[in-house]
């Protein structure tokens, strides 16, 4: 027998097991003339080698078997997902994602719609057959009003399943799409008009122009339950007629929607907007982040010491307990620090855990501080009964002690709050803990270590370093004068 | 070059050391700030950061981008990961390299932020459909997110297969030291499978579906010689654990819990070791039978039990019964800690002491 060669379709289509030239199609289909056409233009226009198509899960989910060009075939309604993902990992591809109503209509939409509000760079190819052909004829959000259906067996009533979704118009509000068409295969002359627009949406990739939608209204012989004839008959007249053919959007054309285009201008490629670069992940992270601390080295005679810290939110409490943490970076330590998140962090308090030791840390939590600063009353009544018997609790001098701390833990009222205040920089309240920290040897590090790792809290305000700094240390002296 | 970062962050920096070039994702806590990290810093290195509609659109980004030939990662926490477990089973079946990062949040339904181990099933077994295993690392610090996200790669790479880097909010939230790679990874080459729109991957084509019964069946066999052969990279670690009487076995945050809580009973004379699993899948099953044989076995876990459910069926299937019929359990749930008081409070009883 003699083959027909059909430009840009494989020789065979071994789908079946056997070595055939006959699609899966049913006679009459409009997916058969789509992906013929599809075929055509990708070879005319030299684009098979540089083509990756998107397959869906519906009836169009074997173009794989006929397109001569690379294919990724996705899942059900993912196609304009995962052609998302394809557009943006090889750019200079032209990417092309089929999808029939149920797909892209029903449980893709939104992927769809995101991804054409997004103008990714591909090309949307949109079957609308007015139902799912796949799954044996049910109901699709395209299917017209009154048409039977297997799962509208009465028709479709408006009234419990809504009005027919046109997709085009839909998608006509967004900026970012460059074209939108809807055509038909109904008759040969819409089938020439629609080879023309699967060319404009080849045409648009390969010039990496933006995203395009091409809606083709198809017919369904089989569970239109029609013979082809009468069925591209129902496509021209009863599917024309709700959903109208034309191009919406062509912005490179001028066509652009008078809805659009009231409220801005068409839309086109844009230029991405450059961000700083940077050569390599050394370069980007390879710089030092204000301490430039040694590995940590074990040093099992440094015993472990755990820390909390906790106040109101914007007292600086976070800050205070990662500069503690720093400073025991500073000086070799395994050290952690984390933070109470969630809900919490934005309902008002703070609180942040600090680990520091000689060896590897284990266990994370804090259930019992040596060391327990509070700038808060909730938070001190909170964790104070907590504190470890030989433990220490440095409390702001605002915070009323209604409790007492458990015997054998020392605690200091420091008017952290009001020195700031006095000093001028009410803010500094959390560098007047730090003070108290080193004033009454809480930490176990060294005095120079926790000078600097306050200092390179400030690197983003640099202009605040030698204020706190000299905070730090007028607080100290106040503080230790205090306690003599 | 040593940073303290949160650990959210090292896996930012671990995956773009890895050769990672696309990030698919959508913010959720206590996974946002892998989301953030990596909107300011890929785009900085000329890769491609994406925020997706939700995790569907996410995890079928990732099929898309890693069908077309490149390395790509999502971050998300147990609603989102839920999501995407259709699109991890559609990687598995094409047999795509991604790497999925889940920071455990408490569950089940909207829960809330704070750490749990509950993912545990999902993330290990296979949370999709079909007959499909993924590649699952544990971390269980800042190091650790960074280390394992970039094995989480080159394991994802090497088994055509979605890696996962299973970890939990409080780990997600923590800041610690890392030492950064001294050097990226070079790209593997996918040519041989992917579509990248070249010449030579034209007729490459990215599939899950066999029509076809048999060549369904034949394709899961191979499947599961994969899975079996994988088990040469599973990893695991001991500590204290050569003369113990007492196994405690935990992964990720409580491994180390289980560490604090064997360091304080050795100093009451209580000879207790630890044993990790590092990858929960492939399980290292041969080790953990080594390290337990004929020993006391307890868990330490944030979960209901899904996880000593694994160590038992585990041991029992190394041919230790016994062990497996005695294995007992201390876990907490809905974001609560395991306490090291407790946990030597459950040891010590095992223990008779």
Redesign the interface.
């Known amino acids: 027998m003699k083959t027909i060669e059909q430009k840009g379709m494989y020789q065979k289509f071994p789908?079946s097991?056997k070595d055939t030239r006959v699609t899966h199609y049913c006679a009459g289909c409009g997916h058969g003339i789509v992906n013929k056409l599809v075929a055509e233009c990708c070879a005319e226009m030299g684009l098979?080698?540089?083509?990756?198509f998107?397959?869906p899960v519906g009836c169009g989910?074997f173009t794989?078997y006929y397109w001569?060009?690379?294919?990724?075939?996705?899942?059900h309604g993912?196609a304009s997902?995962?052609?998302?993902?394809?557009?943006?990992?090889?750019p200079?591809?032209?990417?092309v994602a089929y999808q029939g109503d149920g797909d892209l209509g029903a449980i893709g939409f939104?992927?769809a719609f995101?991804a054409a509000s997004?103008g990714e760079k591909f090309g949307c190819i949109f079957i609308n057959n007015s139902l799912y052909g796949m799954t044996g004829g049910q109901m699709a959000p395209t299917t017209l009003e009154g048409e039977k259906t297997t799962t509208t067996p009465f028709g479709r009533d408006p009234a419990l399943t809504g009005h027919p979704l046109h997709v085009c118009e839909v998608f006509n509000q967004l900026q970012a799409p460059v074209y939108i068409a809807r055509v038909s295969v109904a008759d040969t002359k819409r089938i020439l008009q629609c080879k023309q627009a699967i060319k404009r949406l080849f045409e648009i990739q390969r010039d990496h122009k933006g995203y395009a939608l091409l809606e083709i209204l198809a017919p369904c012989p089989t569970n239109f339950r029609m013979d082809p004839l009468k069925a591209a008959e129902f496509c021209k007249n009863e599917m024309e007629a709700e959903f109208p053919l034309g191009t919406f959007r062509d912005a490179e054309k001028g066509v652009t929607p008078d809805a659009i285009g009231a409220q801005h201008q068409a839309s086109v490629a844009l230029e991405v907007k450059p961000?700083?670069?940077?050569a390599?992940?050394?370069e980007?992270?390879?710089v030092s982040?204000g301490?430039d601390?040694?590995?940590?080295v074990d040093d099992p005679s440094v015993p472990e010491r755990r820390f909390k810290f906790a106040g109101y939110g914007g007292q600086g409490i976070l800050s205070l307990g990662?500069c503690v943490?720093?400073a025991a970076?500073l000086e070799s330590r395994?050290?952690?620090?984390?933070?109470s998140?969630?809900?919490e962090q934005r309902g008002g308090s703070a609180s942040c855990s600090v680990v520091v030791s000689g060896t590897?840390?284990?266990?994370?939590?804090v259930?019992h501080p040596d060391v327990l600063v509070c700038m808060n009353q909730p938070s001190y009544e909170r964790f104070v009964g907590d504190v470890k018997k030989g433990g220490i609790v440095i409390v702001d001098a605002t915070v009323p002690i209604t409790k007492q701390p458990p015997e054998g833990v020392k605690l200091y009222q420091v008017p952290a709050i009001k020195m700031a205040e006095d000093f001028g920089v009410p803010k500094a309240a959390n560098t007047m803990m730090l003070a108290a920290l080193r004033a009454f040897k809480c930490t176990g590090l060294g005095d120079d270590s926790l000078e600097t790792a306050l200092c390179a809290s400030f690197k983003k305000k640099p202009q605040l370093v030698e204020k706190n700094r000299d905070l730090l240390k007028r607080a100290e002296a106040a503080l230790i004068e205090k306690e003599h | 070059?040593?940073?303290?970062v949160k650990s959210n962050e090292a896996v930012v920096?671990g995956a773009?050391?890895a050769g990672c070039?696309?990030y698919?994702g959508y913010p959720i806590?206590?996974a946002s700030e892998i989301a953030h990290g990596a909107a300011k810093?890929f785009?900085?290195?000329?890769r491609?950061f994406?925020q997706?509609?939700?995790e569907?659109?996410s995890v079928?980004?990732?099929?898309?981008?890693?069908?077309?030939?490149?390395l790509?990662m999502t971050a998300t926490s147990g609603p989102g990961f839920s999501l995407m477990q259709?699109?991890i089973s559609?990687l598995a079946g094409?047999e795509l390299p991604a790497v999925i990062v889940d920071i455990n949040r408490a569950g089940p339904g909207l829960g809330?932020?704070?750490p749990e181990q509950s993912d545990y099933t999902p993330a290990v077994k296979g949370g999709g459909h079909g007959n499909y295993q993924t590649f699952t690392l544990a971390p269980a610090s800042?190091q650790e997110m960074c280390d394992f996200t970039i094995k989480a790669f080159q394991m994802a790479a090497k088994w055509r297969t979605p890696a996962i880097v299973f970890a939990d909010?409080?780990q997600g939230?923590?800041?610690?030291?890392v030492?950064?790679?001294d050097?990226?990874l070079p790209r593997p080459d996918f040519s041989e499978w992917a579509?990248?729109?070249?010449?030579a991957?034209?007729?490459?084509?990215?599939?899950?579906?066999f029509?076809?019964a048999a060549a369904q069946e034949v394709f899961n066999e191979h499947l599961q010689r994969k899975y079996e052969d994988m088990a040469a990279d599973a990893m695991a670690e001991t500590y204290l654990a050569a003369d113990a009487e007492l196994i405690i076995v935990a992964f990720g945050?409580a491994s180390?819990?289980?560490?604090?809580?064997a360091?304080t009973l050795r100093r009451k004379g209580l000879k207790v070791g630890v044993f990790r699993p590092i990858t929960l899948n492939p399980f290292p099953r041969e080790r953990l039978a080594a390290a337990a044989k004929g020993r006391k076995v307890m868990t330490i876990e944030l979960d209901a039990g899904q996880f000593a459910d694994d160590v038992r069926l585990n041991l029992a299937k190394a041919g230790l019964g016994a062990e497996a019929a005695n294995v007992m359990m201390i876990h907490r749930m809905g974001g609560q800690?395991v306490?090291?008081?407790d946990a030597v409070k459950a040891a010590k009883m095992i223990l008779g002491k």
């Open positions: 789908r097991g098979q080698d540089s083509t990756i998107v397959d989910v794989y001569d060009a690379a294919h990724i075939s996705a899942a993912r997902a995962a052609a998302t993902g394809v557009c943006r990992a090889r200079d591809a032209v990417t939104n992927n995101q997004r961000v700083p670069q940077v390599s992940c050394a980007l992270f390879g982040d301490v601390a040694p590995s940590a990662i943490a720093e970076r395994h050290t952690l620090w984390f933070p998140y969630g809900p590897p840390i284990g266990s994370p939590t259930e | 070059m040593t940073k303290f920096m773009l050391y070039d696309l698919f806590t206590p810093w785009p900085m290195l000329g491609t994406v997706a509609e939700c569907t659109a079928n980004m990732m099929f898309g981008a890693a069908g077309a030939g490149k790509c259709e699109g559609y094409a809330n932020v704070y800042a909010g409080l939230q923590m800041m610690e030291t030492e950064l790679p050097a990226e579509a990248q729109g070249e010449p991957t034209r007729r490459n084509l990215v599939k899950s579906i029509l076809d945050i180390r819990v289980a560490r604090t809580t360091e800690v306490t090291v008081d």
